[in-house]
């Protein structure tokens, strides 16, 4: 049992564990390792958040944020604080499997906090697209800086938002009428900026507003491309 970074994706799906059998040779001879085949990777999930448990899947960078989290009625509550020093705000995450994906998440509520999806590397490096208040925002967090990239004033009611990472990361929001309108950051977003050297930019929801405000959520989508 070892580690390696993947040819194609390196730090895009980061260090991931590998299987390989030892073999021992002729007398004299070095010992080689054979590569094991593990299942065939996931195309993706969809949460529709049955039931009162939170699905395994999930995880959170618990050195930087305590998040508060439930899961009722086909909807997702997160809220929770963060460390000081911390302005990406709490995220609700997944490990790649795969470098190229996009997700969907439908926000339904509406308060001042920014709710939404998120690509994230660590506290101080971070990139989403949220809805606060009657705006939608494509946001980044670079070293530790927090910057609005692109705001646009929606309808009142539940918002549809999707992130595209492939070899960029694009931004989109959908109203109850209309279609995909995208939120161009005027820039480049450099993905590999997000990736810690140690492990991947994990990819998921996200909170960041006051401790008594929470995001609802329903109907969260991976498809891996």
Same mark, same amino acid.
């Given at each position: 049992?070892?580690?390696?970074?993947?040819?194609?994706? =390196?730090?895009?799906?980061?260090?991931?564990?590998?299987?390989?059998?030892?073999?021992?040779? !002729?007398?004299?001879?070095?010992?080689?390792?054979?590569?094991?085949?593990?299942?065939?990777?996931?195309?993706?999930?969809?949460?529709?958040?049955? !039931?009162?448990?939170?699905?395994?899947?999930?995880?959170?960078?618990?050195?930087?944020?305590?998040?508060?989290?439930?899961?009722?009625?086909?909807?997702?509550?997160?809220?929770?604080?963060?460390?000081?020093?911390?302005?990406?705000?709490?995220?609700?995450?997944?490990?790649?499997?795969?470098?190229?994906?996009?997700?969907?998440?439908?926000?339904?509520?509406?308060?001042?906090?920014?709710?939404?999806?998120?690509?994230?590397?660590?506290?101080? =490096?971070?990139?989403?697209?949220?809805?606060?208040?009657?705006?939608?925002?494509?946001?980044?967090?670079?070293?530790?800086?927090?910057?609005?990239?692109?705001?646009?004033?929606?309808?009142?009611?539940?918002?549809?938002?999707?992130?595209?990472?492939?070899?960029?990361?694009?931004?989109?929001?959908?109203?109850?009428?209309?279609?995909?309108?995208?939120?161009?950051?005027?820039?480049?977003?450099?993905?590999?900026?997000?990736?810690?050297?140690?492990?991947?930019?994990? =990819? !998921?929801?996200?909170?960041?507003?006051?401790?008594?405000?929470?995001?609802?959520?329903?109907?969260?989508?991976?498809?891996?491309?």
């Amino acid at each position: 049992l070892y580690h390696a970074y993947n040819k194609s994706s =390196m730090v895009r799906t980061g260090r991931q564990g590998m299987l390989a059998q030892l073999n021992w040779g !002729g007398k004299n001879q070095w010992p080689a390792f054979k590569e094991l085949s593990g299942k065939e990777d996931s195309k993706g999930l969809e949460d529709n958040f049955k !039931g009162n448990t939170l699905a395994q899947h999930w995880q959170w960078d618990f050195r930087n944020a305590v998040p508060r989290i439930k899961q009722q009625n086909g909807r997702l509550y997160l809220s929770g604080t963060v460390e000081q020093g911390n302005p990406s705000g709490v995220a609700l995450t997944l490990r790649p499997a795969h470098p190229h994906y996009e997700m969907e998440v439908t926000v339904e509520n509406e308060n001042e906090a920014v709710k939404g999806l998120t690509v994230y590397g660590d506290a101080k =490096m971070s990139v989403g697209v949220g809805v606060a208040a009657n705006k939608a925002q494509l946001w980044s967090v670079k070293d530790g800086k927090r910057t609005v990239l692109a705001p646009s004033v929606i309808q009142k009611g539940a918002v549809q938002l999707k992130m595209v990472v492939d070899n960029g990361l694009k931004a989109y929001y959908r109203e109850k009428t209309g279609g995909w309108k995208a939120l161009e950051a005027g820039e480049d977003i450099s993905f590999e900026a997000l990736a810690p050297w140690d492990r991947s930019a994990r =990819m !998921g929801l996200h909170f960041l507003g006051d401790k008594n405000e929470q995001a609802v959520f329903s109907g969260f989508k991976l498809t891996y491309k």
